[in-house]
């Protein structure tokens, strides 16, 4: 990769951290992004960094076995980004946050963990799709890498149980999109509990999917 290539995407990783950050999609230190390189390596957020002042030659760059080839160490979470990406090799990119509404989601007991969110609307069926619960695990062990890994070939987003959402795209900008789009319908699923909302029929949901893929 060139390093005006690399430079663009290093910039890219900063404006949509910032623009998450400032929008309240994460806060503090918590959060990841990382993008997949031409040469199977990936950028990835540092550890400990906040989104909203990311340094973009502190970014770290790994090889495509993991290894820090440049910059800061990468997140602790480096290991769902990297599970993820060995089950989906058109993602080209990856975006974990504890956005409230869908780290909310995640808490409810009663939630269908096959389908967490029905398809409220067209552009959630377009954008992630069905979305299971991956399981509780503590923050940093790898056998929830593990747990994503079984689920990341059929599905582009999972909701981590009492985390957060990981989300996949076919470009930076379409990971950020269905992350978003994740948390708005969050936001709308609560607001509707009870109130037994008009979900998308299977037969609608089956169109957009023929007619909208992912990646």
Same mark, same amino acid.
């Given at each position: 990769?060139?390093?005006?290539?690399?430079?663009?995407?290093?910039? $890219?990783?900063?404006?949509?951290?910032?623009?998450?950050?400032?929008?309240?999609?994460?806060? @503090?230190?918590?959060?990841?992004?990382?993008?997949?390189?031409?040469?199977?390596?990936?950028?990835?957020?540092?550890?400990?960094?906040?989104?909203?002042?990311?340094?973009?030659?502190?970014?770290?760059?790994?090889?495509?076995?993991?290894?820090?080839?440049?910059?800061?160490?990468?997140?602790?979470?480096?290991?769902?980004?990297?599970?993820?990406?060995?089950?989906?090799?058109?993602? $080209?990119?990856?975006?974990?946050?504890?956005?409230?509404?869908?780290?909310?989601?995640?808490?409810? &007991?009663?939630?269908?963990?096959?389908?967490?969110?029905?398809?409220?609307?067209?552009?959630?069926?377009?954008?992630?799709?069905?979305?299971?619960?991956?399981?509780?695990?503590? &923050?940093?062990?790898?056998?929830?890498?593990?747990?994503?890994? @079984?689920?990341?070939?059929?599905?582009?987003?999972?909701?981590?149980?009492?985390?957060?959402?990981?989300?996949? @795209?076919?470009?930076?900008?379409?990971?950020?999109?269905?992350?978003?789009?994740?948390?708005?319908?969050?936001?709308?699923?609560?607001?509707?509990?009870?109130?037994?909302?008009?979900?998308?029929?299977?037969? $609608?949901?089956?169109?957009?999917?023929?007619?909208? &893929?992912?990646?």
């Amino acid at each position: 990769m060139s390093r005006h290539a690399d430079n663009r995407l290093r910039e $890219q990783i900063v404006t949509h951290g910032k623009s998450l950050f400032d929008r309240g999609l994460t806060m @503090g230190s918590s959060g990841n992004i990382s993008v997949r390189l031409d040469d199977g390596g990936w950028l990835m957020t540092p550890t400990n960094a906040c989104l909203g002042r990311l340094d973009p030659a502190r970014i770290s760059r790994l090889d495509r076995d993991g290894g820090l080839l440049g910059g800061d160490k990468p997140t602790k979470e480096s290991f769902l980004h990297m599970a993820m990406y060995a089950e989906r090799p058109r993602s $080209q990119a990856i975006v974990h946050l504890h956005s409230t509404h869908s780290v909310a989601v995640s808490c409810l &007991p009663d939630i269908d963990t096959h389908d967490c969110i029905p398809p409220l609307t067209a552009y959630y069926v377009m954008r992630v799709g069905r979305l299971p619960l991956v399981p509780y695990h503590l &923050p940093g062990d790898t056998a929830l890498g593990d747990a994503v890994k @079984g689920l990341a070939g059929r599905h582009s987003a999972v909701l981590l149980a009492n985390h957060g959402p990981v989300v996949a @795209g076919k470009s930076l900008e379409a990971a950020v999109y269905a992350t978003e789009e994740l948390e708005e319908t969050a936001r709308l699923f609560l607001l509707l509990r009870g109130e037994n909302p008009r979900c998308l029929t299977p037969e $609608q949901v089956a169109e957009l999917e023929a007619r909208f &893929p992912r990646d």
